[in-house]
Nanobody
Framework: LGQLVESGGGSVQAGGSLRLACAAPGYIRGSYCMGWFRQAPGKEREGIATIYSYDGTITYYADSVKSRFTISQEVNTLYLQMNDLKPEDTAMYYC???????????????????????WGQGTQVTVAS
């Protein structure tokens, strides 16, 4: 398994779009939960979207990003398409991976920090109003 490396962050105006990419050699099509998380200054890291890398099943979206953000994967790369960006989306965005996890309630790849064990260095997204 290779290192997770994010790219695609930047500064945009509210209403704009960005596409984040995460180079994830060895993870895609393996039995992993993969996801995008973000952390704004003074706030806890939060999960925003997760996917089961074996078959690309999307397993979680945070309410705050539903209908605006889309997680997807292709060979060796995880993506996050972000549309209609808002100032409150400003944060450092992280790509993460971890072993396949199913909670007692049957939820696959939950949007919580555990069980994600492998993290990229992050890419900054800044949305101006």
């Amino acid at each position: 398994l290779g290192q997770l490396v994010e790219s695609g962050g930047g500064s945009v105006q509210a209403g704009g779009s960005l596409r984040l990419a995460c180079a994830a050699p060895g993870y895609i099509r393996g039995s992993y939960c993969m996801g995008w998380f973000r952390q704004a200054p003074g706030k806890e890291r939060e999960g925003i979207a997760t996917i089961y890398s074996y078959d690309g099943t999307i397993t979680y979206y945070a309410d705050s990003v539903k209908s605006r953000f889309t997680i997807s994967q292709e060979v060796n790369t995880l993506y996050l398409q972000m549309n209609d960006l808002k100032p409150e989306d400003t944060a450092m965005y992280y790509c993460a991976a971890g072993p396949k996890t199913v909670l007692a309630n049957g939820r696959l790849c939950p949007g919580d920090v555990p069980p994600f064990r492998y993290w990229g260095q992050g890419t900054q997204v800044t949305v101006a109003s």
